[in-house]
Structures are given as C-alpha cells and as structure tokens.
C-alpha cells in the first residue's frame, strides 16, 4: 500500500514538473485505477475462491472489466470520458452491491476513475489567451 501511494505521489510530482498534455493525469489515474484493481483482484482471489468457488470470477471479473474498458478507451482514443465514467459508477455500485464482503476494497479504484472523470472535464476546456475578440472590419 505504501509502495502504490509512493508511485502516485512520484507520477504526480513528473507530470507537474514535466508539464504534461491535459489528458495525461487522467490517464495516470485511469492506470493507477486499474493497477489498483488488478492487485485488488490478485490478493482477494484465493478467499473469493475459498469463500465463493466458481463466483469467484465474476465477483472479481466485473471490476477487473470495469478497469480495463477506460484503459482501453484511452489507449484507442475513442469515447474516453464516458467509458471512464460508467466505469467508476459500474465499479462503485458493484462494490457497494458487495460492500460488506469483497467489495470494500474496489471503493478507492472507483474513486480514483472518478478522479479521472473530472480531470478530463476540466482539460477539455480551452485556455483563456487573454487577447480578446478582435474585430471583423479592417483597420482604418
């Protein structure tokens, strides 16, 4: 856990200082959301299997797909914004469908799309210039 929050921290800092395009934060956030959920998945699989037998892989295959189809999205550049936020809500109902078992632990990569959601939002809009309109008659 300490590891991931230390790569966050590192990703963030690099894109500050580096001043990246506006759709690389959400793109970092949309790998960090499926790193997250990936390793979610990994370290709950034996219980869910103990615990759950064959359910196991949709229980843990819906959020891991939740993930994936943002990641996707973005590697294709296609329907980003959308994909991304019915992913997050996909993934935060699933998880709170299984809230008192398994599903806790896929909060923080549903709010980490959600994160993501936003941080495209507020890149698509253009930057102010500061020149203003200029007129349409020619100068005199």
């Known amino acids: 856990m300490i590891l991931a929050l230390f790569i966050t921290a590192a990703a963030f800092v690099h894109l ?3 001043r990246a395009a506006p759709g690389a934060v959400g793109r970092v956030l949309r790998l960090l959301a499926f790193a997250a ?4 998945a990994i370290a709950l699989l034996p219980f869910t ?3 759950s037998g ?3 892989g949709y229980l843990l295959g819906v959020p891991v797909a939740a993930a994936a189809c943002p990641l996707i999205a973005d590697l294709t550049g296609r329907a980003v914004g959308i994909t991304t936020a019915v992913g997050a809500l996909v993934m935060l ?3 709170l469908i299984l809230g008192l078992g398994i599903g ?7 709010l980490l799309l959600g994160m993501a959601v936003v ?13 203003g309109y200029r007129s349409q008659r020619p100068p005199a």
Do not use: E, H, Q, Y
Not at 37 to 40: D, K, N, Q, V, Y
Not at 104 to 110: E, K, V
């Open 93 to 95: 109902v699933w998880g």
């Open 16 to 18: 500050g200082r580096n």
């Open 119 to 131: 941080a495209g939002i507020s890149s698509r809009r253009a930057p102010a210039t500061g020149k």
């Open 49 to 51: 299997v103990a615990d």
């Open 37 to 40: 959920t990936a390793g979610i």
């Open 104 to 110: 806790l632990w896929f909060i923080l990569p549903a």
């Open 54 to 56: 064959a359910s196991a």
